[in-house]
Nanobody, 114 residues
Framework: VQLVESGGGLVQPGGSLRLSCAAS????????MRWYRQTPGKERELVAG????????DYADSVKGRFTISRDNGKNTVYLQMNSLKLEDTAMYYC????????WGQGTQVTVSS
């Protein structure tokens, strides 16, 4: 099982990034997918989730209207489009797969700084 995040980097406030998470080794289309983030000294925060068929999404209040989660079951990939980024969005971002088991990636760093 592998979840590999990519797309992180350094961006100025107000900018955008698109994170990707490529999955392999399990039946991706059966799993709910989530994006989490974590900063040192803080608990991991659920940012966004998407149902297995992609027909339902949910977001943390802190990112509603700015972030969009989507998935392509044909490519076994989940995305997180992040717009209007703020300093407080700086964190390590992880994707997770949840169903009968849970799987996690290694994370990709997002740094918002001027």
């Amino acid at each position: 099982v592998q979840l590999v995040e990519s797309g992180g980097g350094l961006v100025q406030p107000g900018g955008s990034l698109r994170l990707s998470c490529a999955a392999s080794g399990f039946t991706f289309s059966r799993y709910r997918m989530r994006w989490y983030r974590q900063t040192p000294g803080k608990e991991r925060e659920l940012v966004a989730g998407i149902a297995p068929a992609g027909d339902s999404t949910d977001y943390a209040d802190s990112v509603k209207g700015r972030f969009t989660i989507s998935r392509d079951n044909g490519k076994n990939t989940v995305y997180l489009q992040m717009n209007s980024l703020k300093l407080e969005d700086t964190a390590m971002y992880y994707c997770g797969a949840v169903w009968k088991s849970s799987y996690w990636g290694q994370g990709t760093q997002v740094t918002v700084s001027s």
